[in-house]
């Protein structure tokens, strides 16, 4: 609730910069690219659009047209509506994983990171530990064996494999600030350890960790994509952008389609989500710079 | 002297693993008296910035008691050390890191009253408002403002401000101007001058640069490689230093006068390491005076003369005659005993 709290803050502070510092337009266009994204595949049951799993097959391989803006696919199923139903399986993967990596690295890397000793050398060393276990072949195994797959089995997997990284950079973070005199004096002043680590941390802690979200859940998208094609992620006919590129692989000069728009699709969602990290990223850097 | 507010005994903090071991703080006792000013000066890495923290328990100390207003603190745990600690407040040396830069001004001197519920609405604006004005800080035109926007010497207003709030009776200002101005530094010691007679204050203040420790120090006290070499009333102390120590510090003080010849010899050398500090006394790998004695024997602070202590055999100017002074040889004849 109060990291909520704490981001809308942010914006507001980040939006009016004294020194007239603006994010430009190209930010908000990402912001609106991926506000439209979301709302599309939150709405998706309610918009009118064709049921995705409906074959037609009156119309297979069909390019596009105004009845179906993105065409068919081999079994006539609506190319646009499928889109827009996988993005779900992506965003769905990518922030319920993060929520994972988060909820547990962001408060473990805080807390080590503040209290040092011997709780901080124990968990850095178990962490380490596990990142140094190949992530990706990790997820594969586990994938493989872990029938039948849903996706919330793919989410608590690839959230646990974030945990670690998270861990590492929240906690690198966190002890830049830590360090500071300020912290000294909130602990002077009677501060409890919860008060220093929600009221003094926290809020300093918070850009990198909201810059860094927005690209873990990027690479979680991409993660989830290259986990379809290699027939991994959730089991079709369940569309997903990662499964429509996969089902076009052995029809794409037939129906070059069904893989261009999925693929664009998770390539505008991934260039707006990095831009925006990245864009965030140097703008706190630069409040920082000015310190 | 009248009472004591602070009584410091034989406070030792060490840091790292065995083998490793630092001494950074060894057998430190003092005492501050309600209301005086003690100043705590030395080299860089002496030891005074951890003396300062460790009576705070912001680092731990090893061994040793500290005693504020007859109430030991470092028995004190959890919510009792929290709380009584409050009567102790610090100011540190560098004013931009000692705010946290999210947050606003106003916040920031409202915190402790916030961290303890002691005002809330209408009377905790009253209190942040009256605290910034004090310190020369408008709380209409920057109360509003984040602490990445002020200056130094406006962080350093803040952190005062802050500190006030507790209406504490000792403030431990560790090396609170020397990242600022000369002109900057001068504004905010006559502030804290005016605060300490408005509040009462008792003041310890932990600094490197001895005019600045002499201008608004009662007493002050020396230290080497974390022991106390000398403590005395400022006047005395500076105007005939007992510890050879004292002696080369004050002779490395730049005169403002640089037609002026120097007065003392220059101290050679590095301090020892702390890893491994020479026995008997610390001081005495660099000291032109060093006997064997030096070597296997550490001083304690012994009185030279009323209120004047010194940890060193061979004090350089005794006006009282104590024991161990009776017995030395070379120093009074060999030393530069015309200190003045």
Known sequence: MSSSLELS?????????????????????CVGWLALNLLAAVLANVLPLENPLTQNYNAVNAGPS????????????????????????????????????FGVGAPLG?????????????????????????AIIATIAILSFWTPRTLLKIIVVIGVAAIPLVYRVIRTATLAVATQDFVVAARVQGASDTRILVRELLPNVAPIAVSFLLI???????????????????????PSWGNMINESRTILQLNPWLALFPAAAMCLFLLALNFIGDRLRTHFDVTEGKL | MSENLLSVRDLTVTFGPRGRRVSAVDGVSF???????????????CGKSTTGRALMRVVEPTSGTVTLEGLDLTAASGRTLRERRTAMQMIFQDPISSLNPRRRARDIVAEPLDCWKRATGEERRRIVDDLLTQVGIDPVAYGDRYARQFSGGQCQRISIARALAMRPK?????????????????????????????????????AHDLAVVKNISDRV?????????????????????????????LGAALEADPEAPRRHEILEGEPPSPLDPPSGCRFRTRCPFATERCANETPALTEVAPGHRVACHYPLRVTVTPGPATTRTGPTGSGPSDAT
Not at chain 2, 31 to 45: I, P, Q
Not at chain 2, 221 to 226: F, K
């Open chain 1, 216 to 238: 873990g859940v990027a690479t979680v998208v991409t993660l989830e994509g290259s986990l379809a094609f290699l027939g991994l992620s959730v089991a079709p006919p369940t």
């Open chain 2, 170 to 206: 000792l403030l431990i200002c560790d090396e609170v101007v020397s990242a600022l101005d000369v002109s900057v530094q001068a504004q905010i010691l006559n502030l804290l001058e005016d605060l300490k007679a408005e509040y009462g204050l008792t003041l310890l203040f932990i």
């Open chain 1, 110 to 134: 805080m807390l080590a990171a503040y209290r040092r000793g011997r709780f901080d050398q124990i968990l850095t060393v178990v962490m380490y530990v596990v990142l140094a276990f190949p």
């Open chain 1, 66 to 101: 105004l009845h179906h803006l993105f065409g068919t696919d081999d079994l006539g199923r609506d190319i646009f509506s499928r889109v827009v139903f996988g993005s779900r399986v992506s965003i769905e993967a990518g922030l319920g994983s993060m929520v994972i990596g």
């Open chain 2, 221 to 249: 006290a020396v230290m080497y490689l974390g022991r106390l070499c000398e403590i005395g009333p400022a006047d005395t102390l500076y105007a005939a230093p007992a510890h050879p120590y004292t002696r080369f510090l």
């Open chain 1, 9 to 29: 803050e942010l914006v507001e502070e980040a939006t009016e910069t004294p020194d007239g510092r603006r994010l430009g337009v190209l930010f908000w266009l």
């Open chain 2, 31 to 45: 005492d501050v008296a309600v209301g005086e000013t003690l100043g705590l000066v030395g080299e860089s890495g």
